[in-house]
C-alpha cells in the first residue's frame, strides 16, 4: 500500500517567520500535534507540541519572539508519496519520529503519523481475526 493512501491531504502548514505563539494556537485549533514548517510548498521543518513545550517552555524563550524556524526540526524526513507502508515504517523507526511528511518531488501533498500507522495495523488484525473466528470450529 502506497502511503498516500494513508497520509493525510490536509497538512497543517506554517512559513519560518510564523511565531511560536500562532502555531501553539493552530495546533489547538486544527487539533494537531505538528505544524509542517514550509517554503512555498516545500517542507523545510517540522514543529511539534513537544518542540514547543521542550525548546520554548523548557529553555524560557521569549514566546513573543520565538519563531518556528528558531525550534523547527531542520533536519526533515520525508517520504515520497509513491513510497510503501513498510518503508514509512522503517524510516520512522530508524529516525525515532512519529510524523513523517509525504512529498511528490520537493512538493508536500500528505503527512502520516505513528497513529496512523497503528490503526491501519489494527484494522488489518481484527480483520484476520474475523477470519480466524469464522473459520474456528465449535467447541
Same mark, same amino acid.
Given at each position: /500500500? ?19 505563539? =500562532? %502555531?501553539?494556537?493552530?495546533?489547538? +485549533? =486544527? ?8 517554503? $512555498? $510548498? ?14 520554548? %517552555?523548557? @529553555?524560557?524563550? $521569549? ?5 518556528? +524556524?528558531?525550534? /523547527?526540526?531542520? $533536519?526533515? @524526513?520525508?517520504? !515520497?508519496?509513491?513510497?510503501?507502508? #513498510? ?19 520537493? !512538493? ?8 496512523? %500507522?497503528? !490503526? ?7 480483520? %484476520?481475526?474475523?477470519?480466524?473466528? +469464522?473459520?474456528?470450529?465449535? #467447541?
Amino acid at each position: /500500500m502506497p502511503v498516500t493512501d494513508l497520509a493525510r491531504s490536509d497538512v497543517v502548514t506554517a512559513q519560518p517567520e510564523t511565531p511560536v505563539t =500562532e %502555531l501553539a494556537g493552530r495546533m489547538d +485549533a =486544527e487539533d494537531v500535534g505538528s505544524v509542517v514548517i514550509t517554503d $512555498d $510548498d516545500t517542507p523545510v521543518g517540522i514543529v511539534t507540541d513537544r518542540d514547543l513545550a521542550i525548546r520554548v %517552555l523548557g @529553555k524560557e524563550r $521569549d514566546r513573543t519572539e520565538t519563531t518556528a +524556524a528558531d525550534v /523547527m526540526t531542520a $533536519d526533515l @524526513k520525508t517520504i !515520497e508519496a509513491d513510497a510503501g507502508f #513498510y518503508e514509512a515504517t522503517n524510516l520512522m523507526s530508524d529516525a525515532g519520529i512519529r510524523r513523517l511528511p509525504v512529498t511528490d518531488g520537493d !512538493e508536500l501533498t500528505g503527512i502520516v503519523t505513528a497513529d496512523d %500507522l497503528t !490503526e491501519l495495523i489494527a484494522d488489518e488484525e481484527q480483520q %484476520l481475526a474475523s477470519t480466524i473466528r +469464522a473459520q474456528r470450529p465449535a #467447541y
